[in-house]
Each structure stands twice: as structure tokens, then as C-alpha cells.
């Protein structure tokens, strides 16, 4: 190939990355993470209650097979570290119905509550400690990816409750 020949098939080559025409989008299995996560401790003569938000962001990139159902297992709220689970699992709600599809090339964002005290349900008085300490806690879980064997981890940043 003579230089004339190449300059022009370079410059269509480095034309067509710059307009985003080329995907590196790599996730064929739904990528989750915890978006937003914030809580609310109480203390009474009873125990502690929690209440918490977060949303749940599920990604998944255009070079999937196909359409993935994702499937919930379980959350809790555990150290920084993740050393220790200190509400499990966490009672979650959710207005979106379970389990969700995520298309290649698209997200899903479902958002999450917990009360703790919503059935008249209490922690020990201790779990206060624990939630307000001041290294901070995380959100953790699993979801199932129908795309995936087994179940694929996910965890919050950490953060800090709002405490008494």
C-alpha cells in the first residue's frame, strides 16, 4: 500500500472513533451499583429503627447476547469494610416489580426503602452504634444476572447515617 493510499484510510479510521461510531462498551453481563444510599437512625427505650433509600443502577453494555432478567437476592447494611453485616438481610421495598429486564445498551435504575420500624420491628440498641460509626457503613446485596451464572456482587460507597 502506497502512503497516498494509507493517509486516507487512516484519517476515515480516526474520523469514525472520533464521531463514537466505535463501541468499547464491554459489558456483556449487567454491571449493578448502588447509587445514592442514605439512612436515617432512631433510638427508643425499644431499640433502634432504621430507615434507608438507595437506587440500584443495572448496565448493560450493547455487546450482549441479549436481554438479561435481573433478580434481587438479598441486601444489608455492613461496616466500611464489609468485615460485618449490622441489618441482615435489609428489609427492602421497591415500586417496580421484580425482576426486571435490561436491554443491551440500555440502564435500568430501580430505587429501594427500608424501614425497619414499619411492622413494628426494632433492632437491638446496640446496632445504633454500629450504623453511626464514624469509619461509616455501606450498602451491600447480589443480584442474579440471567446472562451470568451465580449471583454478582454490589456495594454502596460508603457513607454515614444520619444520627441521633
Known amino acids: 500500500m502506497n502512503a497516498r493510499a494509507w493517509l486516507p484510510a487512516a484519517a476515515a479510521t480516526l474520523a469514525a472513533a472520533a464521531s463514537g461510531c466505535i463501541d468499547t462498551d464491554a459489558a456483556v453481563f449487567v454491571e449493578p451499583s448502588i447509587a ?10 425499644l431499640g433502634t429503627s432504621l430507615e434507608a433509600r438507595f437506587t440500584l443502577e443495572l448496565h448493560l453494555g450493547p455487546r450482549a447476547s441479549g436481554p438479561s432478567r435481573v433478580a434481587i437476592r438479598a441486601f444489608e447494611i455492613a461496616s466500611a469494610d464489609q468485615e460485618t453485616s449490622i441489618v441482615a438481610p435489609l428489609p427492602v421495598e421497591t415500586a417496580t ?16 426503602t427500608a424501614d425497619t420500624a414499619a411492622e413494628g420491628g426494632t433492632l437491638p440498641i446496640d446496632a445504633a452504634a454500629a450504623l453511626c460509626a464514624a469509619e461509616g457503613i455501606r450498602i451491600t ?24
Open 36 to 45: 445514592a444510599p442514605e439512612a436515617t437512625v432512631s433510638t427508643s427505650a
Open 141 to 164: 446485596g447480589s443480584i442474579e444476572d440471567s446472562l451470568e451464572d451465580g449471583a454478582t456482587p454490589v456495594a454502596s460507597a460508603v457513607f454515614h447515617a444520619r444520627c441521633p
Open 97 to 112: 416489580a421484580l425482576p426486571v429486564e435490561v436491554a443491551p445498551g440500555s440502564d435500568v435504575t430501580v430505587a429501594f
